[in-house]
């Protein structure tokens, strides 16, 4: 037998009994000296993989398979309370911003006219045509004849939208009036109305305006005076 089919018997069997690998062995003294180192490893490889299961093995694999799926609960719970997280905070942003909108700009109007009776003027100048010409005049307008009983001439905002407040002084009680410049994001209502006061708006070139009073009040005449003498320029 030659030495490479030797080899390959041994390797593939180091405690073969085959005769022919015996006698083979018998006759050459180095391949009787590879046998025997291969059978030592072989027995040393053996004698590693003997190691003893611990009796209680069963157990602790049964009891870490528990832990391990534990552990992926607990990760998956977490994902889930972070879900449901974010959903109630969603839901609790999205109440709080449906319950908070912003007021219609006739909304705004209307809530002016709480404050109409404490409300004084920004200016020390006297209330007059020319005063309220000079505020009307950034919005392009003027009136033509002083609106009788104006007590108060501020500039305000209605949806963002600067705009001049009139706090004028009826046989009917304070009404005001309100020049809204035109915006095109900015719908004006041409009534609205709550519980305390109602308004109505006038459309004009390049302005509104909005004029509130008690909401028994007829506004009809405020109207007409307010369209007979303000006027916006081209």
């Given at each position: 037998?030659?030495e490479?089919?030797?080899?390959?018997?041994?390797y593939?069997?180091?405690?073969t009994?085959?005769?022919?690998?015996?006698?083979?062995?018998k006759?050459?003294?180095?391949?009787?000296?590879?046998?025997?180192?291969?059978?030592q490893?072989d027995?040393?490889?053996k004698?590693?993989l003997?190691v003893?299961?611990?009796?209680?093995?069963?157990s602790?694999l049964?009891?870490?398979?528990?832990a391990?799926e534990?552990?992926?609960y607990?990760?998956?719970?977490?994902?889930y309370?972070?879900?449901?997280?974010?959903?109630?905070?969603?839901?609790?942003?999205?109440?709080?911003?449906?319950?908070?909108?912003?007021?219609?700009?006739?909304?705004?109007?209307?809530?002016?006219?709480?404050?109409?009776?404490?409300?004084?003027?920004?200016?020390?100048?006297?209330?007059?045509?020319?005063?309220?010409n000079?505020?009307?005049?950034?919005?392009?307008?003027?009136?033509?004849?002083?609106?009788?009983?104006?007590?108060?001439?501020?500039?305000?905002?209605?949806?963002?939208?600067?705009?001049?407040?009139l706090?004028?002084?009826?046989?009917?009680g304070?009404m005001?009036v309100?020049?809204?410049?035109?915006?095109g994001?900015?719908?004006?209502?041409?009534e609205f109305?709550?519980?305390q006061?109602?308004?109505e708006?006038?459309?004009?070139k390049?302005?509104?305006?909005?004029?509130?009073?008690d909401k028994d009040?007829?506004l009809s005449?405020?109207?007409?005076?307010?369209s007979?003498?303000?006027?916006?320029?081209?």
């Amino acid at each position: 037998m030659d030495e490479l089919e030797f080899r390959r018997r041994i390797y593939a069997d180091p405690e073969t009994t085959d005769s022919d690998v015996v006698e083979a062995a018998k006759a050459d003294e180095s391949k009787r000296s590879f046998w025997n180192e291969q059978k030592q490893l072989d027995k040393q490889l053996k004698q590693a993989l003997k190691v003893d299961v611990p009796e209680d093995l069963a157990s602790k694999l049964i009891w870490q398979q528990s832990a391990d799926e534990f552990t992926r609960y607990k990760r998956r719970s977490r994902w889930y309370l972070a879900m449901a997280a974010s959903v109630a905070f969603t839901v609790g942003i999205g109440l709080t911003m449906w319950y908070h909108q912003p007021l219609s700009i006739g909304g705004q109007a209307l809530a002016h006219m709480q404050y109409a009776e404490m409300e004084h003027a920004h200016s020390l100048l006297p209330v007059d045509l020319n005063m309220v010409n000079a505020k009307l005049a950034s919005f392009g307008g003027s009136f033509s004849e002083m609106l009788d009983g104006v007590e108060v001439a501020n500039y305000c905002h209605l949806s963002t939208v600067r705009s001049l407040h009139l706090i004028v002084n009826t046989p009917q009680g304070k009404m005001s009036v309100f020049v809204v410049p035109e915006r095109g994001d900015v719908s004006v209502p041409s009534e609205f109305a709550d519980g305390q006061y109602h308004g109505e708006s006038i459309k004009m070139k390049h302005a509104n305006v909005m004029i509130v009073g008690d909401k028994d009040a007829d506004l009809s005449d405020m109207k007409k005076a307010v369209s007979e003498r303000i006027q916006f320029s081209a």
